[in-house]
């Protein structure tokens, strides 16, 4: 039995939880998600705590079910109260970002403007200087895939630095090549 799957979910005051059959929704402050349980799973409320209980305790795919479905359910509710934050800095010079609307325009170096469009409940806002980028929503998936996303139009390249990068993350620098010594073999004349 999962160790994991056995502690109830703490629902707080401000959050809903609803369980119709398989469907678990929760709306808090800053949104509302909604996730299938999958069947050999059940999910009880009672007491403002969600129990995830595993009737065919045997199995190895429910065994592997009962604790991704209680954690799925904590992020949920744990989204819906203070959200998840994502930070991203943009590094290169003439690299800018800046939110139109419900597009994110981005200046790379490339010879065109990507322009990304934000997805629902995810909010995008960047410096004034157009360098640092911070993407918000009640959905941790959702916050880690738009981060992923932007972040591959531009990866940090090794050498320069150049590049989207996370706040936390540390890019391996390399040296370039060098030259050899001038009266180093190569080149030929005619």
Aim: hydrophobic share 30%.
């Amino acid at each position: 039995m999962s160790r994991i799957g056995k502690k109830p979910v703490e629902v707080p005051a401000k959050v809903q939880v609803a369980i119709s059959g398989a469907k678990v929704s929760v709306e808090g402050p800053k949104g509302k998600l909604e996730w299938d349980v999958p069947p050999p799973i059940r999910v009880s409320l009672a007491d403002n705590k969600v129990n995830v209980q595993n009737p065919d305790g045997e199995s190895r795919l429910s065994k592997s079910l009962h604790g991704l479905a209680r954690s799925l359910i904590n992020n949920m509710v744990k989204g819906v109260t203070d959200g998840y934050v994502k930070k991203l800095q943009i590094q290169g010079i003439g690299f800018k970002a800046a939110v139109k609307g419900t597009k994110l325009d981005l200046e790379l170096g490339y010879s065109h403007t990507i322009s990304y469009d934000i997805p629902a409940q995810i909010q995008i806002t960047v410096t004034p200087e157009g360098t640092q980028l911070t993407i918000e929503g009640p959905d941790k998936q959702v916050v880690g895939q738009v981060a992923a996303e932007i972040r591959g139009f531009y990866p940090p390249e090794p050498y320069k630095g150049k590049g989207i990068r996370y706040s936390d993350e540390q890019v391996r620098r390399k040296e370039g090549k060098t030259v050899a010594g001038a009266s180093g073999g190569g080149g030929g004349g005619k």
